[in-house]
C-alpha cells in the first residue's frame, strides 16, 4: 500500500514538473505519473473546452488539489465516477443524470425498427418472436455493456474523454479492427439515417400538405438543430417530450387495436422462421452508437452506465411485444409463405380508419427520438475521427451528419431499402455483435494492454464472449447459406 510519504513525494515531484499558472486554471494532461502505483488513485476531472482528462488534479487559482486514495478505498472509488464534468463558464461540476441517458438509450432504440418487427416476425407467430426478442434483447444489453467497459478502459488508458469506437478499435484491434469499425459504422448511420428521413418527411408531407423537399429539410433543421444548439440537459428534455409522446400515443393505438384481439392466435409459434426475423430484430435493438456519448456523460460511472443501458433497454423490449401482440393478433389471417413480406399495418390502416393517423403519430415519435440518438452518435464518431477537440461544438461533424442523409432521401429513398436489410443482417451484428466481444477479449486478455483495475461489466470470462461472437457468426453464416440457397440458377 502506497503511504502517505510516497503520496506526498509524488506530488512534489508533479509540483515540479507542472509549476502553478499565472491564471485562473491549468490543465494537465499527465497520463499514469510514474511515481503513482497500483494502489494509488487519482481522481479524474474533464473539462468541456479540452479534449484530455485533467489527471490527476485541477486548480483553483494557486491552489493545487490531488485526492489520492489508498487501497481500501480504492473499490468505492471505482463505484463512482471516474471523472468529473465542469461547466465551462463557472467550472461547477455538472454531473450527468441517469433518467436522461435512460431516455436517450430508449429513444434511440426506439426507431423505425418497431415498426418493421410484425412485418418480420408473422411466419414464426408471436410466442416464438417473443422468445426471440427477449433473448435480442439480452444479446444486445450484454454487447452493449461490453463496449461500455472498453469505453472507459479506453478513456482511463488514453486520458481523454469521448472516445469512440475507432479509438477503442485502434487500442483493442490495431489498425484493421479499426477499419472494420469506421466502415460499418458510417455505414449503418448513414442508411438508417437515410431511412429515418426518408419516412419522417414522407408522414410531415401528409400532415401538412407540404413538398417531400420542405419536410425532409424541416425535419432535418429542427431536430438537427435541437442537436447542435441544444444543451446536454435540454436534449434530454426534449428526449423526454418525445418519449411520452411515443408512449401516449402507443397506449391510444394498443387500445383501439386490441378490441379485436384474438388471444389463441398469439400462442402460435414457428421457431423454425425465427432465425430470418433476428437481423431486423437485432437492428431494432441498436442503441450502442450512444454508448460512448453515455460513459462521458455519467462521469464512467460503471454503475450508472449499467443501469442507463438495462432501462433503457427494457422499456422497448416491453413496447415491441406489446406492439408484435396487438398486431399479429388483430390480424390472425396474414398470408404467409408467400416468400414476400406483408406488412400487417398496412392492412390495419385499410380496415380501420382512425388507427391510420395515430399510426403516423406514433411513428413519427419513434422516428425523432431515434435519429436524435443517431445523430448525436455520429458527431461525436466523426469528431473523434476527425481529431477535434471533445467538449466544444465544431460544425463540421454535424453538416457530414445532417446533410448527405437529407440529400440521400430526396433520391429515390426505395433503392435504400436492400442496403438497411443488409445493415441489419452483417452491419449491425458485426459491428455490435461481434466487435464489442473482440474488443473485450483483448482488453482483458491481452498481454500488449495494461490489465484493467476496473471491473467487468459482463461476468463469465471468455465464455461468454465466445459465445456472443459465435452466436453472431451464427446468424449472418445462416443468412449467407439462404441466400445463396435462393439465387437463380442461371
Not at 454487447?143 to 461500455?148: D, N, R, S, Y
Not at 447542435?228 to 394498443?254: E, H, M
Not at 442507463?308 to 422497448?316: F, L, V
Not at 459465445?467 to 447459406?481: D, H, P
Request: charged content about 10%; hydrophobic content about 45%.
Amino acid at each position: 500500500m502506497a503511504s502517505s510519504s510516497s503520496c506526498s513525494s509524488s506530488i512534489s515531484s508533479l509540483l515540479v514538473r507542472f509549476p502553478p499558472p499565472t491564471h485562473h486554471t491549468i490543465q494537465l494532461h499527465c497520463l499514469k505519473p510514474p511515481q503513482f502505483n497500483y494502489h494509488t488513485y487519482c481522481l479524474l476531472s474533464r473539462r468541456p473546452q479540452t479534449n484530455k482528462l485533467l489527471r490527476p488534479f485541477h486548480l483553483h487559482r494557486y491552489q493545487q488539489t490531488l485526492i489520492c486514495s489508498s487501497q481500501n478505498q480504492l473499490d468505492s472509488q471505482f463505484q463512482d465516477r471516474l471523472f468529473s464534468n465542469l461547466n465551462q463558464s463557472t467550472f461547477k461540476r455538472e454531473p450527468g443524470s441517469v433518467i436522461s441517458a435512460t431516455l436517450l438509450v430508449a429513444g434511440t432504440t426506439v426507431g423505425a425498427g418497431i415498426l418493421a418487427i410484425p412485418a418480420v416476425t408473422q411466419e414464426a407467430g408471436f410466442l416464438a418472436s417473443a422468445v426471440a426478442c427477449i433473448a435480442c434483447w439480452l444479446y444486445m444489453v450484454m454487447t452493449g455493456l461490453l463496449v461500455a467497459e472498453v469505453n472507459v478502459n479506453t478513456m482511463c488508458e488514453l486520458g481523454s474523454n469521448g472516445v469512440s469506437l475507432v479509438s477503442m478499435a485502434t487500442r483493442t484491434l490495431g489498425k484493421v479492427g479499426a477499419q472494420i469499425v469506421c466502415w460499418s459504422y458510417l455505414f449503418i448511420h448513414y442508411a438508417l439515417l437515410v431511412a429515418y428521413v426518408a419516412r419522417s418527411s414522407d408522414i410531415l408531407t401528409n400532415f401538412l400538405g407540404i413538398p417531400l423537399y420542405e419536410s425532409a429539410t424541416l425535419f432535418t433543421l429542427i431536430l438537427g438543430g435541437i442537436c447542435y444548439f441544444g444543451s446536454q440537459r435540454f436534449i434530454g428534455a426534449i428526449n423526454g417530450i418525445l418519449i411520452f409522446g411515443i408512449i401516449i400515443s402507443f397506449a391510444t393505438l394498443v387500445g383501439l387495436a386490441s378490441g379485436d384481439l384474438q388471444w389463441d392466435t398469439l400462442l402460435k409459434a414457428n421457431f423454425a422462421a425465427v432465425p430470418f426475423s433476428i437481423p431486423i430484430i437485432a437492428l431494432s435493438f441498436v442503441y450502442q452508437n450512444v454508448v460512448p456519448v453515455l460513459c462521458t456523460d455519467l462521469e464512467g460511472n460503471l454503475s450508472k452506465v449499467r443501469t442507463a443501458i438495462t432501462i433503457g433497454t427494457a422499456i422497448p423490449l416491453l413496447l415491441f411485444l406489446v406492439w408484435d401482440a396487438v398486431i399479429l393478433g388483430t390480424i390472425p389471417d396474414l398470408e404467409t409463405g408467400t416468400g414476400q413480406i406483408m406488412d400487417p399495418l398496412q392492412q390495419l390502416r385499410s380496415t380501420n380508419g382512425v388507427v391510420g393517423p395515430i399510426v403516423e403519430v406514433f411513428s413519427l415519435f419513434a422516428i425523432a427520438t431515434s435519429y436524435i440518438g443517431f445523430v448525436l452518435g455520429l458527431t461525436d464518431f466523426l469528431s473523434d475521427l476527425f481529431k477535434l477537440p471533445t467538449g466544444q461544438r465544431k460544425p463540421l461533424p454535424y453538416l457530414l451528419s445532417l446533410f448527405p442523409p437529407l440529400v440521400l432521401s430526396l433520391l429515390d429513398p426505395e433503392i435504400f431499402f436492400k442496403a438497411l436489410d443488409f445493415a441489419g443482417t452483417y452491419g449491425v451484428l458485426v459491428l455490435f455483435g461481434i466487435l464489442p466481444a473482440a474488443m473485450s477479449w483483448s482488453d482483458r486478455y491481452s498481454d500488449d494492454l495494461e490489465p484493467s483495475k476496473l471491473p467487468p461489466l459482463v461476468q463469465g470470462g471468455k465464455v461468454t464472449l465466445s459465445v456472443v461472437m459465435g452466436g453472431a457468426g451464427w446468424v449472418i453464416v445462416s443468412e449467407i447459406l439462404e441466400n445463396l440457397m435462393h439465387l437463380p440458377l442461371n
